[in-house]
């Protein structure tokens, strides 16, 4: 079976599987972004020590913890558009449900990070007059940052391939371009075989990187 | 015009406070003038410039959004340009044609969106399409959510089989397995089939689409996919190997295909019609039609299948005077 | 746009009864996907802890190869790529005859997947046990085999019972997954609901519920067993 393997179909639809690729990137990098700032939000609602905000913040984590991706892309697919009554762009929308759903990741990532700074450090922002935002934002958060870089970016390689999931609702993104190649000329092993080498070798040396980033963190 | 004077009167009367019997029934018929001159004045506006639903929508963002099949062959299918072509969109530009006229803009930001049998229904009924290209059947459940333009095709449900499995009709399927396209009429059709014959011990897969249905078929996961027999002649004519497959058994299902339209606006579902209506007094309609089923088509042989009576009578009966 | 509210709608027949069986379906890949998570990651965990660099070579690969391909691309891999590349006639055995070909493809792509995070976690738990420990076993005369089969692998587990919880929630969750390749989960029921009523407010809001209120019950569950099986003095540093 091997020995029929067509390149050429592969080599044939490159420029579209590209375009393909494009979305799937772009998707990538605009949800973490939105997610990361958001998280980051939530992190500091979950510490901020005032009850209602520990409690939105809680409850965000623990209800999109609980449920599929695949569930929430449904849902902001369909049925958003029905609640805010004007259409809504299938990139948008996906977008929309990806930043909600990975900020209850990301805000956990945030939140042992922001613990891992000593209390000592805000006590001394504190001190020398800083007000509660400037001590977070010039000394806990950058900090944070940095020390949950990895980890960050290993949360991001997996929203990379969460993204394949916009699949389910025909949303032109590497995956749904390799199944489409694939129905039309009925190469199913070529374009799939294909899809997951190129996923691989993106999120493998994804997470080389990161194993860079741990060991320069920790030097 | 006459709407003014009769503004000023009914003000009088409204700040006189006091009525009398007789000038109540007096005021009402005053407001009844007003209404009804509001009424023309109203209507007479709108017809040049207000419009509302769709039309207002598609007016305002200068973007008409139409959803499109994949794998609906002619209907509406990706061409080996990567970009979707077929009967139904050849149909639906022409009303685009028609919705620039209508609103006056020269030519429409057109944007095409994938759909499937699953997501075609919510994305007409939210809003985020305007008009659904492809091969939906008019169904009086479906009309709950969404509404259809006048019926531009007529189909019914049928097997598609590999001639070597010897299946004929929806009996044969006993012990074998047949793959089904979610959310498709066909789907109901044959299920409904399967019961009343009292079939036994048919397997059934799902699949999304007429693509992954017939891929199923083809690399013998199933002995059979069933779909309208038209698209399954399209699908035919696009496979590898032809000769290997047939279309088999009787209709099961009366499937009348119908392009899709928000509900509820019946200013854009007018021009929808007045389109089709057109291309049917014309007689534009027939080489429209034999430009995708009896001669070559982007992508494949022609499919050739000549209009039929029932089809020539539907297309005579919906062309409406202009 | 209005839109007909019916709640009642998800308590009819056959609807209710295609949630329930959706249920079902969910519940079944996903417990037998975990059995298979369970012992195939406990298996490369172990191996990526031995001596031995060939076991420790293979149990890496393993890990990154699953960890490092979306898991829907591993679903269409088990299903449509796998029957085409073994031999003709198993190839036909698995599309046609095995029982439930759709089913069985999900819970062994689930069940792979899964074991590589399993892997990690049983490799954390075992790193986390003071090397004084399997210093102990060995002077006490007990094989490589013994150290592991008594003292590293069950320690190592009830260190680990938080994540391995989490774990199994991940798989019940990517168990929807298996819609893709037709399985009828409890999201495929309720987008055939849907399909079928054009109630998708009703469907996707049960499916949710459904979601949430299993995810509560196997926190609560796992948070008794937790209880009981910790280890006082041990903790393992939790990857977030």
Known sequence: MLLDFDFGVIIRSLPYLGQGMMLSLSLTLLAAAGSIVLGTILALMRLSGIGPLMWIGATWVNFFRSLPLLLVIFWFYFLVPLVVQRQVDAFQSALIGFILFEAAYYCEIMRSGILSISRGQASAGYALGLRYSQCMRFIVLPQAFRNMMPVLLTQTIILFQDTSLVFVVGLADFMTSAVTVAQRDSRLVELYVFAAFVYFVICYSGSLYVKYLQKKIHR | ?322 | ?240
């Open chain 2, 1 to 322: 015009m006459f709407a003014a004077p009769a503004e000023q009167k009914e003000g009088r009367g409204v700040n006189g406070y006091a009525y009398d019997s007789q000038e109540r029934n007096e005021m009402f018929k005053k407001l009844a003038i007003l209404s009804a001159a509001l009424a023309i004045v109203g209507t007479t506006e709108a017809g040049a410039q207000d419009f509302y639903g769709a039309l207002q929508k598609i007016k305002e963002s200068g973007q008409i959004v139409i959803g499109h099949r994949e794998s609906s062959v002619p209907f509406a299918y990706i061409g080996p340009d990567q970009k979707p072509v077929g009967y139904t969109m050849d149909l639906c530009m022409k009303i685009v044609d028609e919705i620039e006229k209508e609103i006056g803009v020269d030519s429409l930001d057109i944007k095409l969106v994938p759909v499937t049998p699953q997501t075609r229904i919510p994305l007409i009924a939210n809003g985020n399409i305007q008009l659904e290209c492809g091969s939906t059947t008019n169904t009086m459940t479906r009309q709950k959510q969404v509404d259809y333009a006048y019926t531009t095709f007529i189909t019914g449900t049928k097997l598609l089989v590999k001639n070597a499995s010897g299946i004929q009709e929806v009996e044969d399927l006993a012990g074998k397995a047949i793959a089904l396209a979610q959310g498709t009429t066909n789907e109901r059709a044959i299920k409904a089939a399967i019961e009343k014959f009292n079939v036994q011990d048919v397997k059934i897969l799902n699949v999304k689409d007429h693509a992954e249905g017939f891929l199923a078929l083809e690399t013998d996961r199933v002995d059979a996919y069933s779909t309208d027999d038209i698209l399954l002649y399209g699908l035919i004519s696009k496979s590898k190997s032809p000769d290997e497959y047939a279309v088999v058994g009787r209709f099961l299902s009366f499937d009348p295909y119908a392009i899709m339209l928000p509900r509820d606006d019946s200013a854009m579902r007018l021009i929808a019609n007045r389109t089709l209506a057109d291309l049917f007094r014309s007689g534009e309609i027939e080489q429209i039609y034999d430009k995708w089923f009896t001669s070559p088509i982007p992508g494949s042989e022609p499919l050739n299948v000549p209009l039929s009576d029932t089809l020539r009578t539907n297309f005579q009966v919906h062309a409406f005077p202009g």
């Open chain 3, 1 to 240: 746009m209005k839109y007909n509210w019916n709640w009642g709608i998800l308590f009819e027949d056959p609807y209710f009864g295609w949630l329930i069986s959706g249920i079902q379906w969910t519940l079944m890949v996903s417990a037998i996907a975990w059995i298979i998570a369970f012992s195939l990651g406990s298996i490369v965990g172990v191996a990526r802890t031995v001596d031995s660099r060939w076991a420790r070579g293979l149990g890496t690969a393993y890990v990154e190869g699953f960890r490092n391909v979306p898991l829907l691309v591993q679903m269409f891999l088990w299903f449509y790529v796998v029957p085409e590349l073994v031999p003709e006639d198993l190839g036909r055995w698995m599309k046609r005859d095995m029982p439930f070909p759709e089913a069985t493809s999900a819970i062994l792509c689930l069940g792979t997947y899964t074991a590589s995070r399993v892997a990690e976690q049983v490799r954390a738990g075992i790193e986390s046990i003071p090397r004084g420990q399997k210093a102990a076993g060995y002077a006490m005369g007990l094989t490589t085999f013994q150290v592991y089969r008594h003292l590293l692998v069950p320690v190592g587990y009830r260190i680990i019972v938080p994540p391995l919880t989490s774990e199994f929630l991940t798989i019940f969750k990517n168990s929807s997954l298996a819609l893709t390749i037709g399985v009828a989960e409890v999201l495929f029921q309720a987008r055939q609901i849907e399909n079928y009523t054009f109630q998708g407010f009703e469907a996707f809001t049960a499916a949710t519920l459904i979601y949430l209120v299993v995810t509560m019950i196997v926190v609560l569950i796992m948070g008794y067993v937790e209880q009981r099986a910790r280890i006082p003095g041990y903790g393992v540093q939790r990857e977030p």
